[in-house]
């Protein structure tokens, strides 16, 4: 099963991760790590981070995000303390994938307007 990312064949830029996993440290290391992320691992980075966010309301029980990503902590199970944190995580992700879409004059099934065969 292919992530929302990869439908749309979307890689995510280190702005996206910072702004969306909302602890400010250690900027400079983190984005070096990020560089070293292959593109389907920064896709499957930013399909969990969300639900990391929302499960970790209290930033300072959050990892540091360098510490997150040279550990790849995205591949790690969340523990979901409650389900009705994590929805509005989800419903997140997919407004702003359909907003891109949207932008990108598209027909909703491919925000690049490519038509596939």
Same mark, same amino acid.
């Given at each position: 099963m292919s992530t929302i990312?990869?439908?749309?064949?979307?890689?995510?830029?280190?702005?996206?991760?910072?702004?969306?996993?909302?602890?400010?440290?250690?900027?400079?290391?983190?984005?070096?790590?990020w560089n070293k992320l292959s593109p389907k691992e920064k896709q499957d980075c930013m399909e969990v981070v969300p639900l990391y966010v929302a499960s970790t309301p209290d930033k300072q029980f959050r990892k540091d995000p360098e510490r997150y990503l040279r550990h790849k902590a995205f591949y790690d199970e969340i523990i979901d303390r409650s389900d @009705?944190?994590?929805?509005?995580?989800? *419903?997140?992700?997919?407004?702003?994938?359909?907003?891109?879409? @949207?932008?990108?004059?598209?027909?909703? *099934?491919d925000p690049s307007g490519r038509h596939q065969p």
């Open positions: 990312f990869e439908q749309y064949s979307i890689v995510p830029i280190f702005d996206d991760f910072w702004e969306e996993y909302q602890k400010k440290v250690g900027k400079v290391a983190a984005e070096k790590w @009705r944190r994590n929805r509005p995580a989800r *419903d997140k992700v997919q407004g702003i994938l359909e907003a891109v879409a @949207r932008q990108s004059g598209g027909n909703g *099934d």
